[in-house]
Nanobody, 125 residues
Framework: QVQLVESGGGLVQAGGSLRLSCADS????????MGWFRQHPGKEREIVAA????????YYGDSMKGRFTISRDKAKNTVYLQMNSLKPEDTATYYC??????????????????WGQGTQVTVSS
């Protein structure tokens, strides 16, 4: 059973940094793409970043490029999101996702099947 456990959210001032972590504690799939999405109140969920199972391929949403970095530790079944130069508009609920069927070529366009509960990120101005 897939169990995605997110951590690292919180309150930070604009310009600051946060690091989110997401562990697949269920270890159901040995090879799976993972990603981070976010949702602003009243808006649709959008992709933040995604990474292939090997870690060799990454995808970033346009507004995140250059500020956010996604990485993974395959041995720990954990994916990280390093967020730098945070802006108030980055305030959202951030969700971790996993899908063994998502290819490296489709990281930015696929619907991930498994989701975490979400962690709140609040950036104050």
């Amino acid at each position: 059973q897939v169990q995605l456990v997110e951590s690292g959210g919180g309150l930070v001032q604009a310009g600051g940094s946060l690091r989110l972590s997401c562990a697949d504690s269920g270890r159901t799939f040995s090879r799976a793409a993972m990603g981070w999405f976010r949702q602003h109140p009243g808006k649709e969920r959008e992709i933040v970043a995604a990474i292939s199972w090997s870690g060799a391929t990454t995808y970033y949403g346009d507004s995140m490029k250059g500020r956010f970095t996604i990485s993974r530790d395959k041995a720990k079944n954990t994916v990280y999101l390093q967020m730098n130069s945070l802006k108030p508009e980055d305030t959202a609920t951030y969700y971790c996702a996993l899908d063994p069927g998502v290819s490296a070529q489709a990281l930015g366009t696929s619907n991930f099947r498994y989701w975490g509960q979400g962690t709140q990120v609040t950036v104050s101005s």
